[in-house]
């Protein structure tokens, strides 16, 4: 059964920094894409970052390149999402995912898992 469990969500001032950690088990993260979404009410799903299984190489939405890190520690399974300079607009419920190609994507339709999602609040 595959399951991934996000967690590192928190309440935190704009400019500040939170690590968000993704615990998966049921498959095992190596040459498996993984991704970070997030999901504000009303809004659509936004794909921000993700990291390729063919090759580890990441890919950021404009809304977060230069401020957010994906990366990955695959004998822990686990991917990590580090996130500084926070914004008010990066309040989200923030998902991971795992992917379904072997090169790096931020279309959800390439996911075929999903995390409960974490809570990220931003305070101005």
């Known amino acids: 059964q595959v399951q991934l469990v996000e967690s590192g969500g928190g309440l935190v001032h704009a400019g500040g920094s939170l690590r968000l950690s993704c615990a998966a088990s049921g498959f095992t993260l190596e040459h498996t894409t993984m991704a970070w979404f997030r999901q504000a009410p009303g809004n659509e799903r936004e794909g921000i970052a993700s990291s390729s299984g063919a090759a580890g190489s990441a890919y950021y939405s404009d809304s977060v390149k230069g401020r957010f890190i994906i990366s990955r520690d695959n004998a822990r399974n686990t991917i990590y999402l580090q996130m500084n300079n926070l914004k008010p607009e990066d309040t989200a419920i923030y998902y991971c995912?795992?992917?379904?190609?072997?090169?790096?994507?931020?279309?959800?339709?390439?996911?075929?898992?999903w995390g409960q999602g974490t809570q990220v609040t931003v305070s101005s």
């Open positions: 995912a795992r992917g379904k190609s072997w090169y790096g994507t931020l279309v959800s339709t390439e996911y075929d898992s």
